[in-house]
């Protein structure tokens, strides 16, 4: 089951956050892994924003992050996401290790 956990991200700022997949994964061995993470304003939006996402098989960790010039475009207010670890099976066998809101706060000064 995936961990949840809400996210406040500031509009037109850099943002980062690590994932611990050991409560989802164990300790397993994540190189032949691969992640996929997006963030969304419903469920059901056709419009989505793309974590960059990085594995530390060492310490079992989902590096995310999103860029300023990202998060300068998402309109403040509150949004859906979910990052997912993908084993190199063929077919992968999918697992959500995080998931919940996260609040978009409006920024000020633009420039």
């Known amino acids: 089951m995936a961990t949840y956990s809400n996210l406040y991200i500031d509009q037109g700022s850099d943002f980062s956050f690590v994932v611990d997949v050991t409560p989802t994964v164990g300790s397993i061995d994540l190189s032949n892994h691969t992640s996929r993470g997006q963030l969304r304003k419903s469920y059901t939006s056709t419009n989505a924003v793309d974590f960059t996402l990085s594995i530390d098989n060492t310490k079992k960790e ?3 992050s999103l860029t300023s010039a990202q998060t300068s475009l998402i309109k403040a207010g509150r949004y859906v996401y979910d990052i997912e670890l993908l084993s190199g099976d ?3 066998i999918v697992k959500r290790v995080v998931e919940g ?3 978009i706060t409006p920024r000020v000064t633009v420039g």
Request: glycine share 0%.
């Open 90 to 92: 063929s077919p992968p």
């Open 101 to 103: 809101q996260a609040d």
């Open 62 to 64: 989902i590096n995310a």
